[in-house]
T-cell receptor
Framework: GAGVSQSPRYKVTKRGQDVALRCDPI?????LYWYRQALGQGPEFLTY????????KSGLPNDRFSAERPEGSISTLTIQRTEQRDSAMYRC????????????FGPGTRLTVT | QQPVQSPQAVILREGEDAVINCSSS?????VHWYRQKHGEAPIFLMI?????EQKGHDKISASFNEKKQQSSLYLTASQLSYSGTYFC????????????FGAGTILRVKS
């Protein structure tokens, strides 16, 4: 079956613009996670959902970052008023359930803020 | 709260063995291991759960010392395809179901 997909794969935006990153998880996966990954580093947790409920948003850096999963499937990570320091690889992952289940990562969206 | 991985990097020849360690200062529910090749997404290898259960690939072995909050990943008879960066992700009791990943161990297998 299809894996986790993300779009766009690459996004270049000017400082101050808003961006929306999309994640389409594996069908039937309850849990969806958003990470940010700097080059040469491990994924850094941002937020996660079970179905449509946002369970933990403690990793979101500030209030410019928000995420939603309104129908319990596709999720959108939105960054408002982007800054250069937001430039990174943003990955999502999905799993059958929360906790001790393997996470399947998507290919990521490479965001560059100029 | 980020787990510490060691070594930072290791170079092997095909057929040699390696051990990658992951240590946490926090009490853990589970430890997850992933491998990431350059330009690709991390791929699941194994989960080790508090209580001794393991889930993962047959050809990968690992251990989880619950008392020390340490895990080790054992790569035996390494192949060129084992090259990549290995990350441990810890599910910490204090922080619920999110994974906190280490900085990674770079493994390079040479022919």
């Amino acid at each position: 079956g299809a894996g986790v997909s993300q779009s766009p794969r690459y996004k270049v935006t000017k400082r101050g613009q808003d961006v929306a990153l999309r994640c389409d998880p594996i069908s039937g996966h309850v849990s969806l996670y958003w990470y940010r990954q700097a080059l040469g580093q491990g994924p850094e947790f941002l937020t996660y959902f079970n179905y449509e409920a946002q369970q933990d948003k403690s990793g979101l850096p500030n209030d410019r970052f928000s995420a939603e999963r309104p129908e319990g499937s596709i999720s959108t990570l939105t960054i408002q008023r982007t800054e250069q320091r937001d430039s990174a690889m943003y990955r999502c992952a999905s799993s059958l359930a929360q906790g001790s289940y393997e996470q399947y990562f998507g290919p990521g969206t490479r965001l560059t803020v100029t | 709260q980020q787990p510490v991985q060691s070594p930072q990097a290791v170079i092997l020849r095909e057929g040699e063995d390696a051990v990658i360690n992951c240590s946490s200062s926090k009490a853990l529910y589970s430890v997850h291991w992933y491998r990431q090749k350059h330009g690709e997404a991390p791929i699941f290898l194994m989960i080790l759960l508090k209580g001794g259960e393991q889930k993962g690939h047959d050809k990968i072995s690992a251990s989880f010392n619950e008392k020390k909050q340490q895990s080790s990943l054992y790569l035996t008879a390494s192949q060129l395809s084992y090259s990549g960066t290995y990350f441990c992700g810890t599910e910490q009791m204090e922080y619920g179901n999110k994974l906190v990943f280490g900085a990674g161990t770079i493994l390079r297998v040479k022919s």
